[in-house]
Structures are given as structure tokens and as C-alpha cells.
């Protein structure tokens, strides 16, 4: 949604969220690849690493350090 609002052509962006095994009652961390062309602009890509941030289950999971969410950026 925000490169359609910035009329950017991202061609295609893959993200696929992993959580690993945590101890009873605690949340695992998840790890997040962030998937962009090669073609996108750094700051395209700086700018679409902030995004993900503001969604409201990532917030949620993240506040109080509750889970650790690892993001990483791919070019594929």
C-alpha cells in the first residue's frame, strides 16, 4: 500500500514471517525477510524497512520487548 501511495513500482515484494521454538509461556523471536529488487532505490528500500513497524500486530508483539522481531533485508 505505501509504494502504491508513493507511485512506486516495487515489481514484487516477498516477506515471510518465521517464529522459532521459545520456553513455555514466552514468545519466540520471529525473523522477518524483508524481500526487494535488485532495481528498488536505497532509499526505497530504507524507507519501506520502517513500514512494517507501524502495523498494529507487529506493535503489539514488540511492545514491552514482549518478542524480539528480526528483520533483514534480501535483494532477489
Do not use: N
Request: with cysteine.
Amino acid at each position: 500500500m505505501y509504494g502504491e501511495r508513493k507511485g512506486w513500482d516495487l515489481g514484487g515484494v516477498g516477506v515471510v514471517a518465521a517464529a522459532r521454538a521459545a520456553e513455555r509461556g514466552a514468545c519466540g523471536p520471529f525473523e522477518v525477510p524483508l524481500r526487494f529488487l535488485p532495481e528498488l532505490l536505497q532509499e526505497q528500500v530504507r524507507r519501506l524497512r520502517v513500514i512494517p513497524s507501524k502495523c498494529p500486530v507487529h506493535r503489539t508483539l514488540a511492545s514491552g520487548g514482549a518478542c524480539v522481531i528480526e528483520r533483514r533485508i534480501e535483494r532477489v
